[in-house]
């Protein structure tokens, strides 16, 4: 019975101007996306490679102590199916001596149109295009039957209405799925055409593989939901204007408030705040130790009989000789102290705002789950490195880097200061034992955008509650059309 | 075959819309039940459907209940509306085989159609065509093809002559006649007095919610159903 009922819902689905459009929509959509978000691709990561090779050509044998390296974050290859937030994501770490990476982004946007309107990449067509196929492919099954009278008689047979319902959604899911997979494959064709890319490679089936599954769950939960709208009505017209509600509310409406709710809600200072009190904390706690070290300067002169005043650059005197030497030895545990305290207050801080920033954001990660395009969203741009998680990941990559560059270059120099104050510092600066500075070279950054597992592991939730949304449509819509009025 | 026992129905507006109704259809019986607008036809059929619950009373189909055991009742049973409605971009076979194949009827052949078409006096030709081109007589028409490829025992028909042209009316009703010597149970409101005289067995006259009378055909084969439509309607005005 069941596949009586689901070949006649495939075949009346067919027959319908709807799904014509619909493929023809899909396959100029999908593909032409595709294409589109290869080629941008593929310049960004020309943009890479030749920013990071004219980096290391001009700078890459630029290891002295204050040295300021940077790190280059590559494109990530997913970024094709989902730009997600990769636009606003910086590219490039830039190390320091006192410890403290910063993220660089270049003022400028190459393309502000594409921003200002959004890329028409698949995480876009999947979200909006298909979304909106199903739910058009679906609003009407029931109530558009009543109208015309076919629920009627069909009713009067001998039929589960659980059967019809069921097939109404397994029907038409099947006729969606038809010209997707067919504007889907087209797509991975143009995209495999590329030179650099390969949809074979470790680094992309497996992903893909799992884009395609939260792909096609997502369409059975927006056909389930086209059907629910459809026992929620009587009509056609109802039925289509529930449609366009729904779709507005859980497409464009739920994803864009939450964000805006979470910041009234739980409202967290910016993060220029942020870096101003850091750079003030810093400042604080250096001026703190300059003059513990202009002390202690003072007090070494004082010990073998000579002012701190008359002390040139450098010591001629047996006795400036020693008060530099004794000094030398006590100056280090200071600025090993200062060093340590810096970091922990600019550590605390940025602790602090990444909790306040992570309460935020899982308030509104939390909140927009309630539409199912906002768990897919989630799970393909986690896939893809362009999540709301990357901002983070970029941190732990530039930290690493930090350590990597502070471990092949900033350790290998030992600089110590001797004079505070006006009008310079009086630093020396030599190197250890053993460190060649023509054959040292800076270290290249190797960026690790997170691995699938870990996104899953995060993700489980957006997954768990795809399915609950399924199986919430169909059972409300079951439990509509059983009390439904086929009159 | 089919029976109404002390059928009443109140919506939940508080309309009466059947009260303790009872009367029953033998295999091989035509019922029509007369009435104005309202009276409870539809709502009969609606019950016996499973379309709505009854409020007390039963409808069997069959000695099937048609509210607790609802689809053992259909199973016995077909329907042909006042608007026979399918699938307009289907064509006539598709349309028949859909519903035949509903009914359990698998593995029908060409030759089967064919037969059906010619039995209800539609051309061949018209088993390929779009329903969408088709009028509304050749969907009543098409109705109880649909009726006659499930071949069950018993028919309710709701308005079935309702906007038929003469020619289709007389056809309709030379069909009635052939599925009553096949032994079918068919209970069928109308408005239409005249082909009730013509076709029924017996006619049950309904007047808000009430069956006021049944009479046979010997009451009405010589004489003027409408003056006694219109007579025990007054009848029921006084009570």
Same mark, same amino acid.
């Given at each position: 019975?069941?596949?009586?009922?689901?070949?006649?819902?495939?075949?009346?689905?067919?027959?319908?101007?709807?799904?014509?459009?619909?493929?023809?929509?899909?396959?100029?959509?999908?593909?032409?996306?595709?294409?589109?978000?290869?080629?941008?691709?593929?310049?960004?990561?020309?943009?890479?490679?030749?920013?990071?090779?004219?980096?290391?050509?001009?700078?890459?044998?630029?290891?002295?102590?204050?040295?300021?390296?940077?790190?280059?974050?590559?494109?990530?290859?997913?970024?094709?199916?989902?730009?997600?937030?990769?636009?606003?994501?910086?590219?490039?770490?830039?190390?320091?001596?006192?410890?403290?990476?910063?993220?660089?982004?270049?003022?400028?946007?190459?393309?502000?149109? &594409?921003?200002?309107?959004?890329? #028409?990449? *698949?995480?876009?067509?999947?979200?909006?295009? !298909?979304? $909106? %196929? =199903?739910? +058009?492919?679906?609003?009407?099954?029931?109530?558009?039957?009543?109208?015309?009278?076919?629920?009627?008689?069909?009713?009067?047979?001998?039929?589960?209405?659980?059967?019809?319902?069921?097939?109404?959604?397994?029907?038409?899911?099947?006729?969606?799925?038809?010209?997707?997979?067919?504007?889907?494959?087209?797509?991975?064709?143009?995209?495999?055409?590329?030179?650099?890319?390969?949809?074979?490679?470790?680094?992309?089936?497996?992903?893909?593989?799992?884009?395609?599954?939260?792909?096609?769950?997502?369409?059975?939960?927006?056909?389930?939901?086209?059907?629910?709208?459809?026992?929620?009505?009587?009509?056609?017209?109802?039925?289509?204007?529930?449609?366009?509600?729904?779709?507005?509310?859980?497409?464009?409406?739920?994803?864009?408030? &939450?964000?805006?709710?979470?910041? #009234?809600? *739980?409202?967290?200072?910016?993060?220029?705040? !942020?870096? $101003? %009190? =850091?750079? +003030?904390?810093?400042?604080?706690?250096?001026?703190?130790?300059?003059?513990?070290?202009?002390?202690?300067?003072?007090?070494?002169?004082?010990?073998?009989?000579?002012?701190?005043?008359?002390?040139?650059?450098?010591?001629?005197?047996?006795?400036?000789?020693?008060?530099?030497?004794?000094?030398?030895?006590?100056?280090?545990?200071?600025?090993?102290?200062?060093?340590?305290?810096?970091?922990?207050?600019?550590?605390?801080?940025?602790?602090?705002?990444?909790?306040?920033?992570?309460?935020?954001?899982?308030?509104?990660?939390?909140?927009?789950?309630?539409?199912?395009?906002?768990?897919?969203?989630?799970?393909?741009?986690?896939?893809?490195?362009?999540?709301?998680?990357?901002?983070?990941?970029?941190?732990?990559?530039?930290?690493?880097?930090?350590?990597?560059?502070?471990? #092949?270059? *900033?350790?290998?120099?030992?600089?110590?200061?001797?004079?505070?104050?006006?009008?310079?510092?009086?630093?020396?600066?030599?190197?250890?034992?053993?460190?060649?500075?023509?054959?040292?070279?800076?270290?290249?950054?190797?960026?690790?955008?997170?691995?699938?597992?870990?996104?899953?592991?995060?993700?489980?939730?957006?997954?768990?509650?795809?399915?609950?949304?399924?199986?919430?449509?169909?059972?409300?819509?079951?439990?509509?059309?059983?009390?439904?009025?086929?009159? | 075959?089919?029976?109404?026992?002390?059928?009443?129905?109140?919506?939940?507006?508080?309309?009466?819309?059947?009260?303790?109704?009872?009367?029953?259809?033998?295999?091989?019986?035509?019922?029509?039940?007369?009435?104005?607008?309202?009276?409870?036809?539809?709502?009969?059929?609606?019950?016996?459907?499973?379309?709505?619950?009854?409020?007390?009373?039963?409808?069997?189909?069959?000695?099937?209940?048609?509210?607790?055991?609802?689809?053992?009742?259909?199973?016995?049973?077909?329907?042909?509306?006042?608007?026979?409605?399918?699938?307009?971009?289907?064509?006539?076979?598709?349309?028949?085989?859909?519903?035949?194949?509903?009914?359990?009827?698998?593995?029908?052949?060409?030759?089967?159609?064919?037969?059906?078409?010619?039995?209800?006096?539609?051309?061949?030709?018209?088993?390929?065509?779009?329903?969408?081109?088709?009028?509304?007589?050749?969907?009543?028409?098409?109705?109880?093809?649909?009726?006659?490829?499930?071949?069950?025992?018993?028919?309710?028909?709701?308005?079935?002559?309702?906007?038929?042209?003469?020619?289709?009316?007389?056809?309709?009703?030379?069909?009635?006649?052939?599925?009553?010597?096949?032994?079918?149970?068919?209970?069928?409101?109308?408005?239409?007095?005249?082909?009730?005289?013509?076709?029924?067995?017996?006619?049950?006259?309904?007047?808000?919610?009430?069956?006021?009378?049944?009479?046979?055909?010997?009451?009405?084969?010589?004489?003027?159903?409408?003056?006694?439509?219109?007579?025990?309607?007054?009848?029921?005005?006084?009570?």
């Amino acid at each position: 019975m069941l596949g009586i009922l689901i070949k006649k819902e495939i075949t009346e689905t067919m027959l319908d101007l709807r799904f014509w459009v619909v493929t023809a929509l899909f396959l100029i959509l999908i593909p032409l996306g595709m294409y589109v978000s290869r080629k941008d691709y593929e310049r960004r990561l020309a943009n890479y490679q030749q920013e990071q090779q004219m980096y290391r050509q001009h700078y890459g044998k630029d290891v002295g102590p204050y040295v300021e390296a940077q790190g280059f974050r590559p494109p990530s290859l997913l970024s094709i199916f989902a730009l997600g937030l990769d636009p606003f994501m910086p590219d490039k770490a830039i190390t320091s001596r006192s410890g403290l990476v910063r993220a660089a982004k270049e003022p400028g946007i190459d393309n502000p149109e &594409s921003l200002l309107f959004g890329k #028409a990449d *698949y995480l876009f067509n999947v979200s909006f295009i !298909v979304s $909106l %196929a =199903a739910l +058009i492919f679906t609003f009407n099954r029931i109530s558009g039957e009543r109208e015309k009278g076919t629920l009627r008689l069909m009713i009067s047979g001998s039929i589960r209405r659980g059967e019809i319902l069921l097939a109404k959604i397994v029907g038409n899911y099947l006729v969606l799925l038809v010209p997707f997979v067919i504007a889907f494959l087209a797509a991975l064709i143009i995209l495999n055409a590329s030179s650099v890319i390969s949809v074979w490679s470790s680094g992309l089936w497996p992903a893909l593989l799992v884009i395609i599954i939260v792909t096609l769950l997502l369409i059975l939960v927006m056909v389930s939901l086209g059907i629910c709208v459809s026992t929620l009505t009587y009509g056609s017209i109802a039925s289509i204007m529930m449609l366009f509600l729904v779709w507005i509310i859980a497409v464009l409406g739920i994803p864009k408030i &939450s964000p805006m709710i979470a910041e #009234a809600v *739980y409202p967290i200072e910016s993060r220029k705040v !942020v870096d $101003l %009190a =850091a750079r +003030i904390a810093r400042e604080d706690i250096e001026g703190e130790f300059n003059k513990k070290k202009e002390e202690l300067f003072e007090k070494c002169c004082t010990e073998f009989g000579t002012t701190w005043e008359d002390i040139a650059v450098e010591p001629r005197t047996d006795a400036e000789k020693q008060a530099y030497a004794k000094y030398d030895r006590e100056v280090l545990a200071l600025d090993s102290e200062c060093q340590k305290r810096v970091a922990d207050a600019i550590r605390k801080l940025e602790q602090d705002y990444r909790n306040r920033r992570n309460v935020q954001a899982s308030l509104a990660v939390n909140l927009s789950r309630i539409s199912p395009v906002s768990c897919c969203t989630y799970l393909v741009s986690g896939l893809c490195g362009t999540g709301p998680d990357e901002p983070d990941r970029f941190i732990w990559n530039a930290e690493r880097y930090q350590e990597q560059v502070k471990a #092949a270059i *900033y350790d290998n120099w030992v600089v110590k200061t001797y004079r505070m104050g006006e009008p310079l510092p009086n630093i020396r600066v030599r190197q250890t034992e053993g460190f060649d500075q023509s054959k040292a070279s800076v270290p290249e950054m190797k960026y690790e955008y997170t691995p699938i597992a870990e996104v899953l592991r995060a993700g489980w939730v957006d997954i768990l509650l795809l399915f609950v949304f399924n199986i919430l449509f169909f059972a409300v819509a079951f439990w509509r059309f059983n009390n439904y009025d086929v009159r | 075959m089919i029976e109404i026992n002390e059928l009443t129905k109140r919506y939940e507006d508080g309309v009466l819309a059947l009260d303790h109704v009872s009367y029953a259809v033998a295999p091989g019986e035509i019922f029509c039940l007369l009435g104005a607008n309202g009276a409870g036809k539809t709502t009969t059929i609606n019950i016996l459907l499973d379309f709505i619950p009854p409020t007390s009373g039963s409808a069997t189909i069959n000695e099937h209940d048609c509210n607790k055991f609802p689809l053992e009742a259909k199973k016995y049973v077909s329907y042909v509306s006042e608007n026979v409605q399918l699938y307009g971009m289907f064509t006539a076979r598709q349309n028949l085989a859909f519903f035949a194949e509903l009914a359990g009827k698998t593995g029908l052949k060409k030759k089967d159609y064919d037969d059906v078409m010619r039995t209800v006096g539609l051309p061949e030709k018209a088993l390929r065509m779009r329903l969408k081109h088709f009028s509304k007589g050749m969907r009543q028409k098409l109705g109880i093809a649909i009726a006659l490829l499930k071949d069950p025992p018993a028919i309710l028909m709701d308005e079935p002559t309702s906007g038929l042209d003469p020619t289709s009316a007389q056809e309709f009703l030379a069909q009635l006649r052939r599925l009553r010597e096949r032994g079918k149970a068919i209970l069928m409101t109308t408005h239409d007095i005249f082909r009730a005289k013509l076709i029924a067995d017996r006619v049950g006259i309904m007047k808000q919610g009430r069956l006021v009378a049944i009479r046979k055909k010997q009451d009405f084969k010589h004489a003027d159903l409408e003056e006694i439509y219109m007579h025990e309607m007054q009848a029921a005005e006084t009570i």
